[in-house]
């Protein structure tokens, strides 16, 4: 079993920037691939970053790209999830995920995730 629990959210204005981690624990995190999704109110959870176990290999979703960076810290069994210029469609809870095995390699849809955190609330004001 993998526990993440996220964090960094908050209520920030448009154009700022954020921060997300998530850190994992439980079996080994070290070679598992992450991603990172949101939930607005009202719609259905989307896919916005992933990266594979040793953070070679990164891949974003198209309304984000450019402004988001996923990145990770084996080291420190964390995934962060770096956000720029926020505006206010980026409002959503954003979880991480992990996949559970290293050879599953990068995924863009949730059902290929197995482990999930709790969320962390974004919220952006204009």
């Known amino acids: 079993q993998v526990q993440l629990v996220e964090s960094g959210g908050g209520l920030v204005q448009a154009g700022d920037s954020l921060t997300l981690s998530c850190a994992a624990s439980?079996?080994?995190?070290?070679?598992?691939?992450m991603g990172w999704f949101r939930q607005a109110p009202g719609k259905r959870r989307e896919f916005v970053a992933a990266i594979n176990w040793n953070g070679g290999s990164t891949t974003y979703a198209d309304s984000v790209k450019g402004r988001f960076t996923i990145s990770r810290d084996n080291a420190k069994n964390t995934v962060y999830l770096q956000i720029n210029s926020l505006q206010p469609e980026d409002t959503a809870v954003y979880y991480c995920?992990?996949?559970?095995?290293?050879?599953?390699?990068?995924?863009?849809?949730?059902?290929?995730?197995?482990?999930w955190g709790q969320g962390t609330q974004v919220s952006v004001s204009s």
């Open positions: 439980g079996r080994t995190f070290i070679g598992l691939p």
């Open positions: 995920a992990a996949r559970a095995r290293v050879a599953l390699g990068i995924a863009l849809t949730a059902p290929e995730y197995d482990y």
